[in-house]
């Protein structure tokens, strides 16, 4: 596959609260939490499109990795604030998914943060960039499914 541009699509959203466990000694999310975050709203993205990570890499002995990110902490989430993470794929490559991500806090609509990171598809046996499986996401890849919760 070449590198193709994204039409752009309705993001995906996946909802969480911050709890006591997510928070440092100020009172804030701890920044290194707001990555799990979107690592957890990117695997619902997948299982919303029917793919099972475990399953495929048993299957095929392929994993997603982040390749690289950049991020801007824009406002701070505090104790018991709902999010909302987004994501966005922007672009696909043969190996790779460039996304846009961004958590929002729904209650006064603040963009908490915002990042866009590539995803590689690797073979984990030899850690080396591995084609993404053939429809395994849609060519023609549009999302209009419902907010995870």
């Given at each position: 596959?070449?590198?193709t541009?994204?039409?752009?699509?309705?993001?995906?959203?996946?909802?969480?609260?911050i709890?006591?466990?997510?928070?440092d000694?100020?009172?804030?999310?701890y920044?290194?939490?707001?990555?799990?975050f979107?690592e957890r709203a990117?695997t619902?993205?997948?299982?919303?499109l029917?793919?099972d990570?475990l399953e495929?890499r048993?299957?095929?002995g392929?994993?997603?990795v982040?390749?690289d990110?950049?991020?801007?902490w824009?406002?701070p989430a505090?104790l018991?604030?709902?999010l909302?993470v987004?994501?966005t794929?922007?672009e696909?490559?043969?190996a790779s998914?460039?996304?846009?991500?961004?958590?929002?806090?729904p209650a006064?609509?603040q963009?908490v943060?915002?990042a866009?990171l590539r995803?590689?598809c690797?073979d984990?046996?030899?850690?080396r960039?591995a084609?993404v499986?053939?429809?395994?996401i849609?060519?023609?890849?549009?999302l209009?499914?419902?907010v995870?919760e």
């Amino acid at each position: 596959m070449t590198s193709t541009a994204m039409i752009p699509t309705p993001p995906f959203e996946w909802r969480l609260r911050i709890y006591w466990e997510d928070t440092d000694a100020g009172g804030v999310v701890y920044h290194a939490n707001y990555l799990a975050f979107m690592e957890r709203a990117r695997t619902e993205w997948l299982r919303s499109l029917g793919v099972d990570q475990l399953e495929l890499r048993q299957r095929t002995g392929l994993a997603f990795v982040v390749r690289d990110m950049k991020v801007d902490w824009l406002k701070p989430a505090r104790l018991d604030d709902e999010l909302v993470v987004s994501v966005t794929v922007t672009e696909r490559r043969a190996a790779s998914m460039l996304f846009e991500q961004d958590i929002i806090r729904p209650a006064d609509g603040q963009t908490v943060l915002r990042a866009q990171l590539r995803v590689a598809c690797v073979d984990l046996a030899s850690m080396r960039p591995a084609a993404v499986p053939d429809g395994l996401i849609p060519d023609n890849y549009h999302l209009d499914a419902p907010v995870a919760e």
